[in-house]
């Protein structure tokens, strides 16, 4: 069986989404999973990779499509969840809502939180939609692109996906992004290999003969670390509801009035989202500057404007959709959180790549159709639970902290009944915490891990193919693209760049002048 064209998946799309709607057990896990993913949201420290990671292992019983609507109402909802911290205490839930926080708490400071949580919800409604359609549409090309990758385009994608991640997620230096994604393809290394079965740097531990599993390392880099760090600075919060005295805005002529900036946010979302292990975080901002832009009254911005809520939120959720493109047709997740579903898929048994969409040519209209209702779920929810969440906003840090920190162990533990997994996410966690605490990257860790025996392997198999020729990783158009994508991305953060290679050369062999 092959892949489906674009009409069919469409066709199929629908067909699959009139399913969902009439399955009342599909209903009611979205309903719930939505509304646990916003609590995630919400609690400042925790995020959409750390909900989903839990969740990856206690949907490992369940069958496929009750799975995948579990995991992508944890997802969606908790990347929309970060806004309602973000407007009500102006701290945001997950890294993706931190730029709604410049201009949604100053409009509840002046008595329009109402607004600013319904903007905040279509934002977020409308970007996920807007990722929803661009995933549908576009991972069928995406993945004949990627069937005519060879193991030298494999290679050279996975060492790109890391060195783009690591030098965007860190914006102090940018070599030390670069440092956690190499030391997590050192860790990708280990266990046995996938050529010849040979073990590879496991200490005679017999139980890292399996390798590192990124479901727990995930939980340690990213899960436990935040709880140490909320706990360490817990403080009160005191969160109010201020009395709604503003006129309700005009929703509809304020998107009319804006539709061609929504769409550019929501292009913004998807594709930064589809840039390996970059994700929300990075959508968001770029988003609101953007926004910053392209306003008559930009010079405003941070003091409450309408704008400055939509974009980060339109982006954020558009990134979804546009982080699940190379995670179905290419293996490679655009996101930490997508991530993380990759580990759900194979655990499910499915080979995500290029064969997917051939082996199960109607994964891309079921995930469609499943980010369908979760987006009108998250609507609904969000109108539900907005203020419900003032309620759990106001629970002590030093309470919610350790509740996490069982969910944490109880997952960790529910991946795969390892109890050597509970000690070596102990000892990760320690190194997590240093490497939070010294601005070193674990998103790009954790890329680095999920794409290191990628790497390793597509990078073994193309020299034996070629015997030992090094010349065969670039000697191909594509293979050659990426190579040079590679080097650019590392000169261009030493400062080079056409404009300065042109005056160094200019500066060494024009003649000299008196």
């Not at 909900?51 to 990347?79: N, P, R």
């Not at 990075?282 to 930009?298: C, N, Q, R, S």
């Not at 991530?339 to 048994?349: D, E, F, N, P, V």
């Not at 939070?436 to 034996?464: H, T």
Request: glycine letters at 10%; proline letters at 5%; hydrophobic letters at 50%.
């Amino acid at each position: 069986m092959g892949s489906l064209s674009i009409l069919e998946n469409i066709s199929m799309f629908f067909s699959y989404s009139m399913q969902f709607v009439l399955n009342p057990i599909n209903l009611i896990l979205m309903m719930g999973s939505m509304i646990i993913g916003i609590i995630f949201g919400v609690l400042p420290g925790l995020s959409a990779t750390v909900a989903i990671a839990l969740f990856a292992s206690i949907t490992y019983s369940l069958q496929l499509d009750s799975a995948l609507t579990i995991l992508f109402g944890v997802y969606i909802g908790a990347i929309f969840g970060g806004s309602i911290s973000a407007i009500l205490i102006n701290i945001p839930g997950t890294g993706s809502a931190a730029a709604t926080c410049l201009d949604g708490h100053p409009l509840a400071l002046r008595g329009e939180t109402r607004n600013a949580n319904m903007l905040a919800r279509s934002a977020s409604l409308i970007g996920t939609l807007f990722g929803m359609i661009i995933f549908v549409l576009f991972t069928p090309l995406v993945t004949k692109l990627a069937l005519m990758f060879t193991s030298p385009e494999f290679f050279w994608l996975a060492i790109f996906g890391i060195l783009i991640c690591g030098s965007i997620s860190n914006s102090d230096v940018k070599v030390k992004g670069w440092i956690s994604g190499f030391i997590g393809i050192l860790m990708a290394l280990v266990g046995l290999d996938d050529i010849q079965g040979w073990t590879r740097l496991t200490f005679g531990i017999p139980d890292l003969m399996s390798g590192i599993p990124f479901v727990p390392m995930t939980i340690a880099f990213f899960g436990l670390p935040q709880v140490v760090k909320v706990m360490k600075d817990a403080k009160s919060v005191d969160v109010k509801l201020t009395k709604e005295e503003a006129p309700k805005v005009k929703l509809f002529p304020l998107i009319k009035r804006n539709f061609w900036n929504i769409c550019r946010w929501g292009g913004i979302g998807v594709g930064i989202g589809a840039v390996p292990g970059v994700g929300e975080n990075i959508a968001a901002w770029v988003a609101y500057d953007d926004a910053k832009k392209h306003h008559p009254e930009g010079h405003k911005f941070g003091t409450g404007i309408y704008e400055g809520v939509m974009a980060p939120e339109t982006a954020n959720n558009a990134a979804i959709g546009g982080a699940i493109i190379p995670l179905i047709s290419l293996g490679i997740p655009g996101s930490p959180p997508a991530a993380m579903m990759l580990g759900a898929l194979t655990m499910h048994g499915l080979k995500v790549g290029p064969l997917l969409s051939v082996e199960r040519p109607d994964i891309i209209p079921q995930i469609g159709s499943i980010i369908l209702w979760g987006t009108i779920f998250l609507y609904i929810c969000g109108i539900l639970v907005t203020k419900p969440m003032v309620s759990i906003l106001k629970i002590s840090q030093k309470v919610l902290m350790p509740i996490i920190t069982v969910l944490c162990v109880i997952g960790t533990f529910a991946y795969n009944n390892n109890p050597f997994h509970l000690t070596l996410v102990f000892i990760c966690a320690i190194a997590g915490y240093f490497f939070d605490k010294m601005n070193y990257s674990s998103a790009a860790l954790i890329l680095g891990l999920i794409l290191g025996n990628m790497a390793d392997s597509f990078f073994r198999r193309a020299l034996f193919i070629s015997d030992g020729n090094v010349l065969a990783l670039v000697n191909r158009p594509i293979s050659f693209m990426f190579f040079l994508a590679c080097v650019w991305t590392v000169a261009k953060q030493f400062g080079f760049s056409p404009k300065s290679i042109r005056a160094w050369l200019k500066k060494k062999f024009s003649p000299a002048h008196d």
